[in-house]
């Protein structure tokens, strides 16, 4: 079949389209400004790049299926003649993946407001290094596994990142409710993307839909520390489901958690039994959940863990395990050595620079809850230092103020904090948008250093001339929060600081 991917250059849809044309498809595509690193992979493994939309180009080029990726809206002149001529069938990214890639897999599907790159990659690898060859895509750079995309062989298990977010213009459905999942992966479940759900129990609802397609052989794998998550899976009756957390009533519990400069280190109970130790440079009490998450699907999709012989499990109001509980995974299971060697994904507390005087770092966080957990991890990695937090409200919520006091509520875990321009604040209306200036009020309130800035360059010539060079005697670590470009001014700021 001959595929056409629009918005190609997308890390989803590039990752994409290299799993497709590896399933032994014929690959194209289109994007506005081709750009790297994404259109250099495409080009390295043969797929053809096409810069800009032009329907007449579409026509000639004839492709079987056209995927729309959900970048594109109504307006796009491709899309326009699409509609209008149905010549050519179309599809979402989720409904082709599925399709194509998912539907006869066992798939290990993750989701979370938080965390789903990370333990999608953490799944991935710890699945390679016990012997399988899992397939696997994977919303980001991961440094382990090596690639954001591969096929594995069809027996094995896939292990895919399973995104709330819409699939299309045209199917506003979660793209997860697409992927088919053995084993569901809950990480954590709190309110976003406010251009898409009303509010937190429009985002439940959409995860219940999820847990509704587990089927009776399958498990969900989910925090059980988080509120949200319980309410959500309390009335699944139709499969296993385990609970992971540091709390009691969890079926794995996360004991003995302790952090320092050099990374964390903890123990899983299985059931109330020591299951394994591990040590790992991944930071945060939410990353040792992420890895605790990835261990027990491992566990549960290489047959690590016997189920009882109960066909089903019950939930107990008080106790998220299951009824009769899983005999402890196999000896055999590697899951500490792994995890002891894994690094982790990049621009996810990604270190830019290390020296005695100066720690930088590059995150993605974007969501007010994340980015609390990782300056508080930070605070143990840095023991004395300055944390400067600077701060891009560029996502679809963070540049409007429906978070914008928890916001100002997670800053304060950091000394002083520079906030970046709005992101395309000019269409948002002045009553809808982050209000920078506020924020900062409430930061000199807490007596926490702060300001806010007109543009990214004006802000990377503050923070430069602030904190360069760096002094030995006042240790400091500097954080960027974007989930996007930040304008090329974290690259700048780590290359002057090298």
Known sequence: ?????????????????????????????????????MSTVLAAAGISLHEGYDPARLEKLAPDLVVIGNAM?????????????????????????????????????VCGTHGKTTTTAMTAFLLRENGCDPGFLIGGVPQDPPVGNHLGAPADPFVIEGDEYDSAF???????????????????????????????????????????????????????????LCEVVEKVTWCKILGVGTGENNFVRIADFSEDADGISFTLLWNG???????????????????????????????????????????????????????????SLHIAGPFARFRGVKRRQETLVATPALTVVEDFGHHPTAIAETLKSFRNRFPGATLTAVFEPRSNTARTRALQDDFAATLVFADEVYLGPVNRAEKLSADERFDTAAVIQQLAARDIRAGAFSSNIALLEKLTAATLPADPSNPRAVIFFSNGSFDGIIAKYAKAAA
């Open 170 to 228: 045209f199917d506003k459905r979660s793209k997860f409710i697409h992927y088919a999942p053995r084993v569901a992966i809950l990480n954590n479940l709190e309110f976003d993307h406010a251009d898409i759900f009303r509010d937190l129990a429009d985002v439940k609802r959409t995860f219940t839909h999820l847990t509704r397609l587990v089927p009776g052989n399958g498990a969900i794998v989910f925090n059980g520390d988080d509120a949200n």
């Open 73 to 109: 809206s109504r307006g796009n002149p491709e899309v326009e003649w699409l509609l209008a001529g149905r010549a050519i069938p179309f599809t979402s990214l989720p409904a082709l993946l599925h399709d194509h890639i998912l539907a006869r897999r066992d798939n290990i599907v």
């Open 1 to 37: 079949m001959r595929i056409y991917f629009m918005g190609i250059c997308g890390t989803a849809m590039g990752n994409a389209a290299l799993l497709v044309r590896a399933a032994g498809h014929e690959v194209l595509g289109a994007d506005s400004g081709v750009y790297p690193p």
């Open 273 to 331: 039994a020591e299951w394994t130790k591990i040590r790992m440079a991944t930071p945060g009490l939410y990353n040792a959940r992420n890895a605790a998450m990835a261990a027990v699907a491992t566990a549960l999709s290489l047959g690590g863990a016997k189920p009882p012989a109960e066909s089903q499990a019950l939930v107990f109001p008080n106790n998220f395990g299951l009824t009769g509980g899983f005999a402890p995974p196999k000896e």
